[in-house]
């Protein structure tokens, strides 16, 4: 009982964007204002068929490893897929990185904003990225603390030239998320910056209600893991 059959990833993700719409409708906000990332991490490439099929093109992984397994072959077969990583990136897997995916959300240190700088460059790729904050300062997770994130913002623009677009956060699992999301909402205001991700399978409408543009949705589309 760990996946759900095949055939249920489709009803599972019409249930998910039923949801989202319904949370966007009852927050008054435009309904195209939040895009789902469907989160397929540990899942085998055939079980995103279903949802490219039906048009679905944005995707979030947290491995670069794994996603460099799965998502090339697919990319050839559907060209405008776009593809977040939301996992931690150490320095060394950079350039894989920068060469794979679209967005990078999870840059929290001097030393990644440096070495995607350079990536970029040598690379010749110019991504979309987010800075990862880890609002709940817990020590064992990853993302800049919020009394350190309004420097390291104006950092990562300034000194290395990054297109900072907007912010990710992962609340404490044990506590009440929407104060994190609004903390992290206010961030992104703050500094004009229009992306905001956040709210995953269990709080999703809570964090469209507090401002997110993208929500990432992994167990409640394919189960399990
Ligand atoms: C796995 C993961 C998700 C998806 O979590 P679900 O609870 O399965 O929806 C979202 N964000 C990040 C950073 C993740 O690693």
């Not at 947290?62 to 996603?67: D, P």
């Not at 064992?140 to 907007?166: H, M, N, S, Y």
């Not at 229009?194 to 709210?199: F, N, P, Q, R």
């Not at 990432?216 to 893991?225: D, E, L, N, Q, S």
Request: hydrophobic share 45%.
């Amino acid at each position: 009982m760990t996946d759900f059959p095949h055939a249920d990833v489709l009803d599972h993700y019409r249930e998910v964007m039923t949801q989202l719409e319904a949370a966007v409708a009852a927050s008054g906000r435009a309904p195209d204002s939040v895009s789902l990332v469907a989160v397929s991490k540990t899942h085998p490439a055939e079980r995103m068929v279903p949802l490219l099929d039906v048009g679905h093109r944005l995707f979030g992984e947290n491995r670069v490893q794994e996603a460099q397994g799965k998502w090339p072959d697919l990319k050839i077969r559907y060209p405008d897929i776009r593809l977040h990583l939301i996992g931690p990136l150490q320095t060394n897997k950079v350039r894989e990185a920068v060469a794979l995916f679209d967005v990078i959300e999870t840059v929290d240190r001097p030393k990644l904003a440096k070495a995607l700088a350079q990536a970029m460059r040598d690379l010749g790729r110019s991504l979309d990225v987010y800075v990862q904050v880890n609002t709940g300062a817990e020590p064992q997770k990853a993302g800049i603390l919020p009394d350190q994130a309004d420097a390291f913002i104006e950092e990562c623009r300034t000194v290395w030239g990054l297109r900072v677009v907007g912010l990710m956060c992962i609340p404490p699992a044990e506590e009440d998320p929407e104060p994190h999301f609004a903390l992290l909402a206010d961030m992104a205001a703050r500094h004009g910056l229009a992306e905001i991700s956040m709210g995953m399978s269990a709080d999703y409408p809570q964090a469209i209600r507090q401002g997110a543009t993208h929500v990432r949705v992994g167990t409640a589309i394919f189960g399990k893991r």
